[in-house]
C-alpha cells in the first residue's frame, strides 16, 4: 500500500496546481491634499493554475516509484511463499514425528512381548536370568524413547500453531496420519526454466534494476531544462480587502535551465551509476542463488526418493528377520542377542523409513517455493505446472531473441 501511495505522490507532479493569494492592508496616514488624517484599507486577491510540460526529472521518478511499486509487490509474493513453505514444512514435521511415535509404540510392543516369552522360558528353566535383565533393559530404554518421541511430537504440534498463528496449546488433528510418496515426475531442466520465468524473487531483483536505471536518469535530468505554464486571475479593491472593482489576468510560461552547479549533477551521476552496478550484480547473484536453491531442492527430492525404495526394503527384512529370530529364541535354537539386535535394527529401519518419507515430501514444498508454483496450489501437484509450462521453450526463445534487440 505504501508503494502504491508513493506512486500515486509522485505522479501527482503531473497533474495542474490551482492556487489561491489573498493580501490585504490597513493604511493610516495624512492626506497630502486636505492635511487631514484618513484611515484606508485595500485588497488583492488572486487565482493560479500552473501545470509542467516538461520535468525530465519527474518523469523519471514517476517510472521509478512504479517500478518500486512492482518490487515491493513481488517482495510481498515472497514472504507469502517462504509463509506458505513453513507451515507446509511444520505440518509435516507434526506427521512425521507423530509417525516416529507410532514406531515406539510398536517397539515398546515387541520388547514387551519379547520379555514376556524370556520369562516364561526362564520360569521353566530354559534360559538364564541374564536374559531376563537384558530384555528388561531394553524394554525401560524403548519406553524411554517412546516419552521422547512424544515430547518431540507435542513439540511439533506447538511450532505448528505458532506458524499458523494458533493458540499453542491447541490440538491439532491432520488430514492424513502417515506420509506418502507420490511421484514427482519434473526433470531439473524444466524446474529451473520455470524458476526464471515465475520465481517472485526474480522479479524484485530486476525492478531493483529498473529503479536504479530512472535514477540515473533523473540524476542526468540535471543537465535539461524544465518547462511549464500557468494562468491566473486576479482582483484588487482600493476601498475594501475582497472588492473586485479591478480585475486582470495573465498567462504565460517558464523555462529553467541549470548551466553550472559546482559539479553536484555530475556526483550524482556518478553515484547513481555505481547504484545501477550493484543492482545488476545483485539481479544476476540472484539469478545464480535462486539455481541453486532449485537444484539443491530438486537434489534432495530424488536422493530421497531413492532412500525410500531402499528404507521400506529395509523394514520389510527388518521385519522379518524379527520374527525369524524371535522364532527361533522360542524354539532354543536361537539368543537372546538375536532377538534384541533384530528388534534394534528394526525400529531403525522402520524411523529412517519415516526420515525418507518426510524429507522427499519436504523437498517437494521445497522445490515448488523455489520455482515460483502460485500460492493457490497444493503441494504436490506442482509438478504438472512445471511439465506443461513450455517454460524451457520460453526461455530459449527469450535468449534467442536478446541478441536480436540489441
Given amino acids: 500500500q505504501a508503494a502504491k501511495a508513493t506512486v500515486s505522490a509522485t505522479a501527482a507532479g503531473k497533474n495542474p496546481n490551482v492556487s489561491y493569494t489573498w493580501q490585504g492592508a490597513r493604511n493610516h496616514g495624512a492626506n497630502t491634499m486636505t492635511g487631514r488624517t484618513v484611515t484606508s484599507k485595500t485588497g488583492q486577491h488572486s487565482f493560479t493554475i500552473k501545470a509542467p510540460v516538461f520535468s525530465p526529472e519527474l518523469d523519471a521518478n514517476i517510472d521509478k516509484s512504479r517500478f518500486a511499486r512492482e518490487g515491493s509487490g513481488a517482495a510481498y509474493e515472497e514472504a507469502l511463499q517462504q509463509a506458505k513453505y513453513d507451515a507446509i514444512n511444520g505440518y509435516y514435521t507434526l506427521i512425521m514425528y507423530r509417525n516416529k511415535v507410532d514406531v515406539a509404540n510398536q517397539a515398546v510392543k515387541d520388547y514387551q512381548g519379547h520379555v514376556d516369552n524370556v520369562k516364561?522360558?526362564?520360569?521353566?528353566?530354559?534360559?538364564?536370568?541374564?536374559?531376563?535383565?537384558?530384555?528388561?533393559?531394553?524394554?525401560?530404554?524403548?519406553?524411554?524413547?517412546?516419552?521422547?518421541?512424544?515430547?518431540?511430537?507435542?513439540?511439533?504440534?506447538?511450532?505448528?500453531?505458532?506458524?499458523?498463528?494458533?493458540?499453542?496449546?491447541?490440538?491439532?488433528?491432520?488430514?492424513?496420519?502417515?506420509?506418502?510418496y507420490k511421484p514427482y515426475a519434473v526433470t531439473l531442466e524444466q524446474a529451473k526454466a520455470y524458476a526464471m520465468l515465475h520465481r517472485s524473487a526474480l522479479v524484485q531483483s530486476a525492478m531493483a534494476v529498473k529503479q536504479a536505471e530512472e535514477g540515473l536518469k533523473a540524476e542526468k535530468a540535471g543537465y535539461l531544462p524544465t518547462v511549464g505554464v500557468e494562468a491566473g486571475r486576479g482582483y484588487a479593491d482600493p476601498d475594501g480587502y475582497f472588492g473586485t472593482s479591478s480585475k486582470s489576468w495573465h498567462i504565460g510560461a517558464s523555462a529553467t535551465w541549470s548551466l553550472w552547479d559546482g559539479g553536484q549533477t555530475q556526483n550524482k551521476i556518478k553515484v547513481a551509476q555505481d547504484t545501477l552496478e550493484k543492482a545488476k550484480e545483485a539481479n544476476l547473484a540472484a539469478v545464480d542463488k535462486v539455481n541453486l536453491a532449485v537444484q539443491q531442492a530438486y537434489l534432495n527430492l530424488r536422493s530421497a526418493e531413492q532412500t525410500i525404495?531402499?528404507?521400506?526394503?529395509?523394514?520389510?527384512?527388518?521385519?522379518?528377520?524379527?520374527?525369524?529370530?524371535?522364532?527361533?529364541?522360542?524354539a532354543g535354537v536361537g539368543t537372546n542377542l538375536d532377538v534384541l539386535d533384530a528388534e534394534t535394527k528394526l525400529t531403525e529401519s522402520r524411523n529412517n523409513y519415516v526420515d525418507a518419507l518426510y524429507n522427499y515430501n519436504v523437498s517437494i514444498s521445497a522445490l515448488e517455493q523455489a520455482t515460483g508454483i502460485p500460492l493457490d496450489t497444493p503441494v504436490g501437484q506442482g509438478a504438472s505446472i512445471i511439465a506443461n509450462s513450455g517454460a524451457v521453450e520460453q526461455l530459449a526463445a527469450l535468449a534467442t531473441a536478446t541478441p536480436a534487440k540489441k
Avoid at 153 to 174: D, F, G, M, R
Avoid at 309 to 330: C, D, K, P, W
Fill in 120 to 180: 516364561a522360558q526362564y520360569n521353566v528353566g530354559l534360559v538364564a536370568n541374564s536374559d531376563v535383565l537384558a530384555a528388561d533393559t531394553n524394554l525401560a530404554d524403548s519406553q524411554t524413547n517412546l516419552v521422547k518421541a512424544q515430547n518431540a511430537a507435542n513439540l511439533a504440534e506447538a511450532n505448528l500453531n505458532l506458524v499458523i498463528a494458533y493458540p499453542t496449546q491447541t490440538s491439532i488433528t491432520t488430514a492424513e496420519h502417515d506420509l506418502q
Fill in 309 to 330: 525404495q531402499s528404507t521400506q526394503m529395509a523394514v520389510n527384512q527388518g521385519q522379518e528377520n524379527f520374527r525369524i529370530a524371535t522364532l527361533r529364541y522360542r
